[in-house]
């Protein structure tokens, strides 16, 4: 019973987060840029950074995702194969071709190389203090960072503008936390009991 009441909690929450992520995309259209200048040198130091193509009113990670592969990271874009699979994570450059993907989001090719980050930018409705992570209620973010803890370290971090923080995001025993979260207003890491 505890899981059907978070779950009707967050559909809720997502109906109005939604709006307000709009509201705040209008009001900061540089906060990508602010974000990316307030990051931590500590992020340069990942080899494979994982990002995603920024749908609707998401924060845009591309700025930050320049910024690290200007210090040598290479750069992955997440690929649904299957809806109710993990994402896979495909190489790209600018310039690149894209294709719709499970979702039909616009997603690297399917033929291009598949690499496992250890930086995972995830976009998102809203974060709490705790590190807690509301996604689009897909589960597809809660399922890819699972399997890859599973397989080894990976550092998890929110990208959001900073009035998507809310008091607490409803809990499920699936949902996956952030180690840290970037705003245009500054970066705050979470500590974790994994």
Not at 88 to 104: N, T, V
Not at 137 to 150: I, K, N, P, Q, V
């Amino acid at each position: 019973m505890v899981h059907a009441s978070a779950a009707t909690a967050k559909t809720a929450l997502r109906l109005a987060l939604r709006d307000q992520r709009k509201v705040l995309k209008s009001k900061a259209p540089d906060a990508a840029e602010r974000a990316a200048a307030l990051a931590p040198a500590a992020l340069e130091a990942f080899g494979v950074v994982a990002g995603y193509r920024p749908q609707g009113a998401e924060f845009d990670p591309g700025p930050l995702m320049r910024r690290l592969a200007q210090v040598g990271a290479r750069l992955v874009l997440p690929r649904a194969s299957h809806i109710d699979a993990p994402l896979d994570f495909h190489a790209f450059q600018d310039g690149d071709a894209f294709e719709l993907d499970a979702y039909r989001i616009p997603a690297p090719p399917a033929a291009s190389p598949i690499l496992i980050p250890n930086l995972v930018i995830v976009p998102l409705l809203a974060f709490d203090a705790q590190g807690g992570r509301m996604g689009q209620g897909a589960g597809c973010y809660d399922r890819t960072l699972e399997a890859l803890r599973a397989a080894g370290p990976v550092f998890v971090l929110g990208l959001a503008y900073a009035g998507q923080e809310v008091a607490e995001i409803p809990s499920e025993a699936h949902d996956q936390k952030l180690d840290a979260i970037l705003t245009e207003t500054g970066y705050r890491a979470f500590e974790q009991d994994f």
